[in-house]
């Protein structure tokens, strides 16, 4: 059967050159195996959105050449379905409702890992009700989850010590990515999941979710982040120029190039198309470093 995978940028500003990174990555790995390559726009967290970055980031894929297939799913559009997931949990006691604030686990002294605070599993008997709660689920029974990742090797995470049980839903009803993720990967088909190595301790989290709702474990491929000169990873956050048109097809192969794969220099003169049908034909997955990131000349305004 053939692969489908996936494009699930966050509209919180315009692409930058390592979500072109992992656009391009997830495109070749879909496409050079004849899959479908989905677009899905991560707007679950309604308060980060910024107005028409969504549009903004459509033209830019344009622009660069890719195409995707059907429509294009927004996260808003399918609060519906993880409403629905999550009853499900709850109804088997899977979550439960907790009251417990960032703030007061810290002044409890609640320990640190390596995706924050971890949950010490205060509220797990205390049958709060969702409303007005945040949403955990609880991992007590998960010990170490482990999955191969195409890129890193085997990599595993033990959830009740590093990470605890983890929001579904916080107070203010918003879902969390790590829900919205998994039900959209599942319902969407997605069988084969590439993006930024700093989802991979996230990914032992969604590989629990998933055996929770009896959803099947996509594949993993994680690709090496892109940091900036002064090696800081490029982000939104940190001020990342946005990828600039003018420049597509020199953008691209410089992205083939942090991909580990060994584009003819003069190919940045070609069409993006052309750089994508050559990147689709010649694409060597074993070639990708396994480098946690990786500094390269950035480019833009
Ligand atoms: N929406 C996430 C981001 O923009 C990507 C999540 C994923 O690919 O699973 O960083």
Known sequence: MPTTGRFAPSPSGPLHFGSLVAALASYCQARSQQGQWLLRIEDVDTPRVVGGSDQQILRDLEAFGFTWDGPVLYQSDQFEQYRFYLEQLFA???????????????????????????????????????????IRLNTA???????????????????????????????????AYHLAVVVDDELQGVDEIVRGADLLENTCLHIFLQQKLGFANPRYMHIPLVNNAQGVKLSKQTGA?????????????????????????????????????????????????????????????
Do not use: M
Not at 129 to 134: D, E, N, Q
Not at 145 to 153: A, K, L, M, R, T
Not at 273 to 301: D, H, K, R, Y
């Open 141 to 175: 029974a998960a010990n170490t989850i482990e999955f191969v990742d195409q890129v890193y090797g085997k990599f595993e995470l033990n959830l009740p010590e590093s990470v605890g049980d983890f929001v579904l839903r916080r107070a203010d009803n918003i879902f």
């Open 241 to 301: 120029n946005p990828i600039d048109h003018r420049h597509a097809s020199r953008q691209l192969v410089a992205a083939l190039s942090h991909l580990g794969q060994s584009p003819d220099v003069d190919l940045q003169h070609a069409s993006p198309e052309e750089v994508l049908g050559w990147a689709t034909t010649n694409w060597q997955p074993g070639s990708i470093p396994a480098l946690q990131a990786a500094s390269v000349e950035t480019f833009g305004a």
């Open 92 to 134: 088997r006691g899977d979550c439960y409702g907790c009251e417990c604030s960032r703030r007061s686990l810290r002044e409890q002294g609640a320990r640190s890992g390596p995706l924050g605070q971890i949950y010490p599993g205060n509220c797990r008997r205390k049958n709060l009700a969702p409303a007005g709660h945040s």
